[in-house]
C-alpha cells in the first residue's frame, strides 16, 4: 500500500484495515506500507502483531527496506514473509513499468480505487482549471497539466498509459 493504514487517508484506508483484521483471524497476513519517507511491514495473525521499519528484524531474514524503492521493498518483504502472492491495494504512486515485470517473476493481484492507470493525476483534475479533464488524451494538454501537478512532473501520459496496458 502506497500509504499508511490511517483513517485520515479514507475509505482505502478503512476498509483494508477491516478486512486484514479478519483476515488475519484465521491466517497469516503482511501488509507492507509507505509513509512517504520509510516502509513499514506489519504481520499479524490471530491475536500475534509484528511490525518492522526500515530494516526488518533478523527473524524475518534481514531483508533491507530501507529506501523508497517500491518494487525491491515488495520482492524483499515477500521474500521475507514467503508471499505466494502480491496484493497491490492502490496503484497510485505505483511505477507500472515495475509492476509488469514484477507480475513476470510473480503471482500478482491488483486493485484499483482511482484513475491512477489512465492518469497518474489520479483525481483527474486539471491543474491549470481545477475541472474534471474528461479522459484527456491530448497528449500535449496531458503534459501541460502534469507538469503543474506536484508529484507528476515530467511523467509522459503516453508512456504512462502503455504501461498500465502491459499489466493486463
Do not use: K
Not at 9 to 22: H, I, M, P, S
Not at 41 to 59: D, F, K, V
Not at 102 to 109: D, K, N
Amino acid at each position: 500500500l502506497p500509504f499508511p493504514l490511517a483513517a485520515r487517508f479514507g475509505g482505502v484506508a478503512l476498509t483494508l484495515a477491516d478486512r486484514l483484521e479478519l483476515e488475519g483471524r484465521s491466517r497469516p497476513v503482511a501488509l507492507l506500507v509507505f509513509d512517504g519517507a520509510r516502509w513499514r511491514l506489519e504481520l499479524r495473525h490471530g491475536e500475534r502483531r509484528a511490525a518492522a521499519e526500515g530494516r526488518l528484524e533478523r527473524s524475518l531474514a534481514a531483508a533491507d527496506l530501507d529506501g523508497s524503492e517500491p518494487l525491491a521493498a515488495i520482492e524483499r518483504a515477500a521474500d521475507a514473509v514467503g508471499a505466494g502472492i502480491v496484493h497491490v491495494e492502490n496503484l497510485d504512486r505505483m511505477p507500472l513499468d515495475g509492476l509488469a515485470q514484477l507480475a513476470a517473476r510473480r503471482s500478482l493481484v491488483l486493485s484499483t480505487h482511482d484513475f491512477a492507470l489512465h492518469c497518474p493525476n489520479v483525481q483527474l483534475l486539471e491543474a491549470a482549471t481545477g475541472r474534471f479533464c474528461g479522459y484527456c488524451r491530448e497528449l500535449e494538454r496531458c503534459r501541460r497539466c502534469l507538469a503543474a501537478t506536484p508529484g507528476s512532473a515530467g511523467v509522459d501520459p503516453a508512456r504512462h498509459r502503455a504501461a498500465a496496458a502491459r499489466l493486463f
